[in-house]
């Protein structure tokens, strides 16, 4: 075990004990993510990596919110004192630790202050008080909501995010805000998106913003909780009274009155599907026909392009994929892109297989492969590899190659096998063969998987393990299945 290893198991054992006392205080869901779990903690460094954790704020009114998060701080800034010494960092002026703290909603949305689509449904987390790994977090995902309010919940993410960003010697955090405008101008633009009566124009004037937030903050003052706020930021706005900026404190509630504003978009269900053009392989293609769709299909992200075929992978509301369909199937879609024919399938819950792979002799070649001995995994490699070249030779034009290294992937990262057709070079399937003999050691593993995503052609993984783990992992595989429609998975058991 290297010394990496062991810092990000201190780490990890280090914010358990933590998340044990602040889930009773705060009563927060805690998960830790990121390079002191990713691979096994292989790239965590204790001197220079972050530590990552997502707490799930448990639903309720702004201010109630706001008392959590001012325990979470507290507590926060007790845990960057503790790993100071435990991790042998030597600079108490910049924060260890950096909480994203998220309501069951945006984790639902897939809201995440970066802007990433699929954040909370395809990294991998640990809960800190079992200690159990997993594929996305709970409900992630399942949920679609209109951008506007959207980046309004980003900004309102973001602005816990910094409020908790506390060093080990007290520094950082939310700093007091003293600027002309009454409010912080990001918080205005997020809130003059939410005002549904504004012209052309307008998405981003701040002086709508203020007028509505303000209106907004006035009806809540009837409460005590937002009474000296409202006061406070009517003397900024060249009321009677001694003007004062506004604490990290005050900026958190009116960021959190935002969120209850933004977070009352009606919700549409997210589905995935797939658009498949018949032909040779054009990554410009696929983009070129995902453009136009999304000029008429309401909130469609893209997920990857594969080759082969042009296989384009969507996740839409329910009724974009529904429209899709509709359209497919009457020809109207591949006109409207530009493409001779298009066809549409939605992807169903669980399941692994591509269109241009389903029915294809390899992919069902594969699935049969049941290895007589389970030794050493370099031993099933070199049976899987003769199986393989078995495949090839018997009269199909393909060349197997060991320790793929994927385009685009992280340095260093490579696949155990890579099919290409003997006539060019370029993969059709990348192959990775994983022995596992628990769940931590999958989860660890995983990563690499993920880092060879990037490659546009499928991924299938070789799964051996006994009927017993293989089972406990199942939720976990249909996880990454919903989170990664282009992977296959074939589970082989290994008895037991």
Request: net charge negative; proline share 4%; charged share 25%.
């Amino acid at each position: 075990m290297s010394d990496i290893y062991q810092d990000a198991q201190t780490a990890v054992a280090e914010c358990a004990a933590w998340a044990e006392k602040t889930a009773l205080l705060t009563g927060c869901q805690l998960y830790l993510f990121g390079s002191a779990i990713y691979k096994g903690g292989e790239q965590f460094d204790r001197v220079t990596s972050d530590v990552d954790i997502v707490a799930i704020i448990a639903d309720q009114t702004a201010p109630k919110r706001v008392d959590v998060l001012q325990k979470l701080a507290i507590q926060k800034a007790h845990l960057e004192l503790q790993l100071i010494p435990k991790l042998g960092r030597i600079v108490a002026n910049e924060p260890t630790v950096s909480v994203v703290p998220v309501t069951q909603l945006e984790i639902e949305a897939n809201i995440h202050k970066s802007g990433a689509r699929r954040f909370f449904d395809k990294n991998i987390f640990l809960n800190l008080y079992t200690l159990d790994e997993r594929v996305g977090l709970p409900s992630a995902g399942i949920y679609g909501i209109p951008d506007e309010n959207r980046q309004a919940l980003e900004i309102c993410q973001q602005t816990r995010n910094t409020y908790l960003s506390i060093a080990a010697n007290g520094s950082g955090g939310l700093p007091a805000y003293d600027g002309s405008d009454p409010i912080p101008k990001h918080l205005l633009r997020a809130a003059s998106q939410l005002e549904s009566d504004k012209a052309d124009g307008e998405w981003y004037d701040t002086r709508l913003g203020l007028e509505f937030l303000f209106e907004k903050l006035r009806l809540a003052a009837k409460n005590a909780e937002y009474k000296a706020l409202f006061e406070k930021i009517s003397v900024r706005r060249n009321g009677r009274g001694r003007v004062s900026p506004l604490s990290g404190d005050d900026q958190l509630l009116i960021s959190e009155l935002l969120y209850d504003l933004a977070s009352s978009a009606e919700k549409t269900n997210v589905v995935t599907w797939q658009a498949t053009v018949p032909g040779a392989f054009s990554e410009e293609k696929g983009h070129q026909i995902f453009k136009k769709m999304s000029s008429f299909l309401r909130e469609i992200k893209l997920i990857k392009i594969m080759r082969g075929s042009t296989v384009l992978f969507v996740s839409s509301p329910e009724s974009s994929a529904e429209a899709a369909e509709l359209l497919a199937t009457s020809g109207v879609l591949g006109r409207l892109v530009g493409a001779e024919e298009i066809s549409v399938a939605r992807m169903t819950e669980g399941e692994s297989t591509a269109t241009q792979v389903r029915g294809d002799p390899l992919l069902s070649y594969l699935k049969n492969w049941k290895p007589i001995v389970v030794n050493t995994e370099s031993d099933l490699e070199q049976l899987l590899y003769e199986y393989l070249s078995d495949f090839s030779d018997a009269g199909r034009e393909f060349e197997v190659r060991r320790d793929a290294k994927p385009k685009g992937a992280a340095r260093g990262t490579t696949i155990d096998f890579s099919i290409s057709p003997r006539d060019h070079g370029e993969p059709r399937l990348l192959i990775e063969l994983m022995r596992v003999r628990s769940g931590n050691e999958f989860f660890s593993r995983l990563g690499r998987i993920i880092d060879a995503s990037s490659e546009a052609v499928p991924i299938v993984l070789m799964l051996v393990g006994s009927e017993r783990l293989l089972n406990k992992l199942r939720e976990d595989i249909d996880r990454l299945l919903a989170a990664a429609p282009y992977v296959v998975i074939f589970p082989i058991s290994s008895g037991g």
